[in-house]
């Protein structure tokens, strides 16, 4: 039973430096997320997939940059690491559509990053 | 844009009893969903439990249930004869029901819910 998984789950990286988190999910999911979680803010949306090549910005995008050459993989990359983006890092996907079996959003276990 | 307020940054309950947490929100959508997740120690966001604001009828799940008022645009959430395992962090979630949307959750900044033995 596979899922959605996120790798790695723990990284530690110093100012300035890539950094590359990966998401992967087994559902063949149209749509894919990325959030942050901050203390004091809830988990803000970073950004959103709709499809495979397709990609938008959400509430705080700005140092991250995404791609989905693939349905079911969409990594976020950190160009130049900053101290402001030690966080909780969370991948969620949903399928299209709205009906009840459809508008749920599943999570992956989150990727804490500690930029130093 | 959407906006999600949850209050009561902490609460605390004894086991057994029940308790509520609140959220509110503000939208011109007519068509959305609410729902509340919950986040205990080992970070993973469970899902709880879904209201879709068609429905006026109040969501249940066994001891979970919501109460929903659409006019007030109030999503509380009760859970009923508190266990210990319901300590956990927990987020009220909307979503505009429309694929314009891209069904992008916005979520409040969570309430941390201790369960006390």
């Known amino acids: 039973d596979a899922g959605i998984t996120q790798s790695p789950r723990y990284k530690i990286t110093e100012t300035g430096r890539q950094v590359t988190l990966m998401c992967h999910q087994t559902w063949s999911h149209s749509y894919m997320f990325w959030y942050r979680q901050d203390l004091g803010h809830g988990l803000r949306l970073i950004y959103y997939s709709a499809a495979a090549d397709i990609t938008d910005k959400g509430e705080v995008p700005d140092g991250y940059v995404v791609s989905r050459s693939k349905t079911e993989n969409f990594p976020l990359t950190l160009e130049s690491a900053t101290r402001s983006q030690t966080s909780v890092y969370f991948c969620?996907?949903?399928?299209?559509?709205?009906?009840?079996?459809?508008?749920?959003?599943?999570f992956g276990p989150g990727t804490r990053l500690t930029v130093l | 844009a959407q906006t999600v307020t949850q209050s009561q940054p902490e609460m605390s309950v004894q086991e057994a009893e029940t308790v509520t947490l609140s959220c509110t929100y503000d939208?011109?959508?007519?068509?959305?969903?609410l729902f509340w997740y919950k986040q205990p120690p080992s970070r993973q966001m469970i899902l709880v439990i879904r209201?879709?604001?068609?429905?006026?009828q109040n969501a249940t799940e066994n001891r979970f249930s919501v109460n929903f008022q659409k006019a007030a645009k109030s999503f509380s959430l009760k859970i009923s004869d508190s266990q210990l395992g319901d300590t956990a962090m927990y987020f009220c979630a909307f979503t505009d029901n429309s694929g314009g949307s891209n069904y992008k959750l916005t979520f409040g900044k969570g309430t941390l819910l201790t369960v006390n033995p």
């Open positions: 969620a996907s949903r399928p299209h559509g709205t009906r009840p079996s459809t508008d749920t959003q599943y």
């Open positions: 209201q879709e604001a068609y429905k006026q």
């Open positions: 939208t011109s959508e007519n068509n959305y969903y």
